[in-house]
């Protein structure tokens, strides 16, 4: 598993002078297991880096919890689009286990750009790989039907499936729970 630097490096491509200016914004922060670390009133001034534990990000639409993805261990979490804009977050994010993570305030990560070199570049080609991401998800979800989705999430995030409760995995995949059982049962027997 990456440390905090290593994953500093491979997504952001710091120097290690880099890193160390990074890692001495960033401080240690825990949450209990329920705890919120923002709420769609709030507005969103910080970004997380979970070494461990699960988060849950989800909102609340016609009274029934749809969650959008689950947090692990070694991952930034934030309402991005908040944290971008300025805005109230759409988005809950919930710790489903205890967390241990990492926190810079938006105030802190703003005095990135004066103290690292090519900054903006730097944000600029992380925030794309994460738009990348999301496509990719975007993709799979209106290209793949149901065993398909659940096939491709089960192969990549397998630990998952010990960590938090299926109707999360369910949501996430835009299933019931009685259909990820359905779907799970008959991939066990085959």
């Known amino acids: 598993m990456p440390t905090f630097s290593e994953k500093l490096q491979s997504s952001l491509q710091l120097s290690v002078e880099e890193i160390k200016i990074a890692e001495n914004l960033f401080s240690p922060i825990t949450f209990k297991k329920g705890e919120l670390l923002l709420a769609t009133t709030q507005k969103c001034n910080h970004l997380y880096f979970i070494q461990s534990g699960f988060a849950r ?16 261990p070694n991952y930034f979490v934030t309402d991005l689009s908040a944290w971008l804009f300025n805005t109230t977050s759409k988005w809950n994010i919930e710790a489903l286990t205890p967390i241990q993570a990492l926190v810079i305030s938006k105030s802190d ?4 750009e004066q103290q690292i070199a090519n900054w903006s570049a730097k944000e600029r080609m992380f925030i794309a790989h994460c738009f990348e991401q999301m496509e990719q998800r975007i993709f799979q979800f209106i290209s793949l039907n149901a065993e398909q989705r659940y096939t491709h999430f089960f192969n990549e995030y397998m630990g998952l499936f010990n960590e938090i409760p299926h109707q999360y995995i369910a949501s996430i995949l835009g299933i019931t729970p009685e259909t990820l059982s359905r779907i799970r049962k008959k991939s066990i027997s085959l």
Do not use: C, G, R
């Open 57 to 72: 990000i989800y909102a609340i639409q016609d009274d029934k919890e749809i969650t959008q993805w689950i947090s692990m």
């Open 109 to 112: 990560y703003l005095t990135l």
